[in-house]
């Protein structure tokens, strides 16, 4: 990494695990493998940080721990790239373990538990959802009606004054390295 850490993908520890370097790895990884509209690709580290926003918005009064694991849930992607579901799919259960073994060790690493409660794994994916939705509408060239199919429609209360943003890598980096900074701190 980055940091000067050696991660070992097979057998991820939480000390080898640094935010700067997750928060570059995001920053360069691009959704939709890149297939979008505008003069930068879509990262992950910017729909990370669209997925705690509605996490917020779904689950205004939950604790800031959840936030911060709704900013975290894309994170083994800083070094095992984005792929799309029937990609994930095709690879087989070994991606799946690795994904699950490299998201417990982050978790651990910044004071969660290695795995999530059920209702808030399933809310982030709801956040998840909405965050695809809106990608597909707004800068990857779906209809509302196809994206409301594959994603299904998000309550538009949800989405309310949310927008796609594009931007340098080095910007959503920086936002999003602050941005964990203070759920960190908030968390106490």
Known sequence: MLSGRRLDLLDPTPVDIEIEDIAHGLAFVARWNGQTHGDYPYSVAEHSLLVEELFAR??????????????????????IGDM???VKTSV?????ELDARLAAAIRVRF??????????????KRADRISAWMEAVEIAGFSEPEANRLFGRPRADAMQ????????????????????????????
């Open 92 to 96: 087989g259960p070994g991606y799946a």
């Open 58 to 79: 779904l689950a205004p009064r939950g604790p800031t721990r959840w936030r911060l694991a709704a900013l975290l849930h894309d994170a083994p992607e800083y070094v």
């Open 111 to 124: 004071g969660l538990p290695a795995v999530l409660p059920d209702k808030v794994r399933r809310t982030i």
């Open 84 to 86: 799309i579901s029937p």
């Open 161 to 188: 004054g949310l927008r796609i943003r594009l931007r340098a890598p080095r910007d959503v980096r920086a936002e999003f390295t602050a941005r964990h900074q203070t759920l960190l701190e908030s968390m106490g």
